[in-house]
């Protein structure tokens, strides 16, 4: 069955993991102390990936007779109504705590699952996994009479597309994938 139904921000969740690495381990104690595995609260994520395609344009012609792929780059931004030093700690790490801390010291890195499950058909899920989320900008905006905000933007090193589609008639959701030509399965 395809996914075809609608989502809203009510369907998603945005939860955090880290690796086995210096950056990580920062990010796992910040996760911890704040118990912060599924983000709450959160509001306007968005996840932008934008690619240097190279143009390649012959003498002669108007349009382009080739595209190159070149560099990739994957950002964002969290929106967040509940305000502690969560997002601040995982953009400055050991730099934002109360007592000076000699540098240098890392900057914590996490992995970010964006999920949205389907009401309609409760097996469904389309998932974005992101690896090595780092923060790179954090906000806070106290308005007079509207809610408090934090908003954090972040950069990513890899984001993988996780789709998962429950059989018709019940049973397990399996991962959905396009088979490319010549790829290797697993």
């Known amino acids: 069955m395809p996914m075809t139904n609608v989502y809203t921000g009510a369907n998603g969740t945005l939860t955090l993991s880290t690796s086995d690495n ?15 595995l599924t983000v709450g609260r959160v509001t306007n994520v968005e996840v932008c990936i934008q690619t240097d395609l190279e143009e390649f344009h012959e003498i002669g012609r108007r349009h382009a007779t080739s595209l190159h792929p070149g560099n990739i780059h994957i950002s964002g931004k969290v929106g967040r109504a509940y305000i502690n030093g969560s997002l601040l700690f995982l953009l400055m790490g050991k730099g934002a705590a109360p ?7 890392v900057q914590p890195a996490m992995n970010m699952t964006i999920a949205l499950n389907d009401p309609a058909v409760p097996g469904n899920t389309a998932s974005l996994e992101l690896q090595g989320v780092k923060f790179q900008n954090w906000s806070y905006s106290l308005p007079e009479d509207d809610f408090v905000l934090e908003g954090a933007t972040f950069k990513a090193l890899a984001i993988r597309v996780v789709d ?7 049973g397990d ?14």
């Open 173 to 186: 959701a399996v991962a959905q994938a396009p088979a490319f030509p010549g790829a290797a399965t697993a």
């Open 164 to 170: 998962r589609v429950a059989p018709e008639g019940g």
């Open 22 to 36: 210096p950056e990580g381990a920062d990010a796992k104690a910040i996760l911890d102390t704040y118990e912060l």
């Open 99 to 105: 007592n000076n801390i000699a540098e240098p010291y």
